[in-house]
């Protein structure tokens, strides 16, 4: 993820958040479901999305340490 991406990511509200990371859990199992069936092209893709949904639950995080 570059850095424009995550200085993107820093700035959204709680709720954005929310829905970004319901959106990759949802891609995530559809890439577990392409690799349990041998469809999966390019198997790095399930470490992105498991390194973004991280990403995004950091920033989450922090973002609710600030309020606090």
């Given amino acids: 993820?570059?850095?424009s991406e995550l200085k993107a990511?820093?700035?959204?509200?709680?709720?954005?958040?929310n829905k970004e990371l319901a959106e990759l859990k949802a891609e995530l199992f559809k890439l577990r479901f392409q690799?349990?069936?041998n469809q999966l092209e390019n198997p790095n893709?399930?470490?992105?999305?498991k390194r973004n949904i991280a990403r995004v639950k950091t920033i989450m995080r922090e973002k609710e340490l600030e309020i606090r």
């Fill in 35 to 37: 690799h349990a069936t």
């Fill in 9 to 17: 990511l820093r700035e959204k509200t709680r709720d954005e958040l």
């Fill in 45 to 49: 893709k399930l470490r992105i999305v």
């Fill in 1 to 3: 993820m570059k850095a």
